[in-house]
């Protein structure tokens, strides 16, 4: 269930931060969901997977490990993109509350 928010009634700076919270708020329940836990299980076995075939692969073979480090990649950008929208979401609301107290 999404909260419809008029934001119109506050400055651009403070629209662009609350939209940021309400996004990081979003993402940190996504990953709670079932999608969410299949999906980062998905993205770290895959990660697993790679680093243990790129152990054992020829390393003259530079597509094959150019692949695993790509799926390793891949993997860790998929967690990081996640992560990071939770901390920007979480940054914008301790900037909200501060400028709030301030007032």
Do not use: C
């Not at 998929?78 to 990071?84: R, S």
């Amino acid at each position: 269930m999404t909260l419809h928010i008029d934001y119109s009634q506050f400055s651009t700076e403070d629209q662009v931060r609350m939209r940021s919270a309400a996004f990081g708020i979003e993402v940190a329940a996504f990953t709670h969901t079932l999608i969410g836990q299949y999906l980062l299980e998905r993205a770290s076995q895959q990660r697993a997977q790679a680093l243990e075939q790129l152990a054992v692969v020829t390393a003259s073979d530079f597509e094959a490990v150019r692949e695993l480090q790509s799926a390793v990649r891949r993997s860790d950008s998929f967690q990081a993109w996640l992560e990071d929208a939770v901390m920007a979401g979480e940054n914008a609301e301790t900037e909200l509350r501060t400028e709030a107290s301030d007032t």
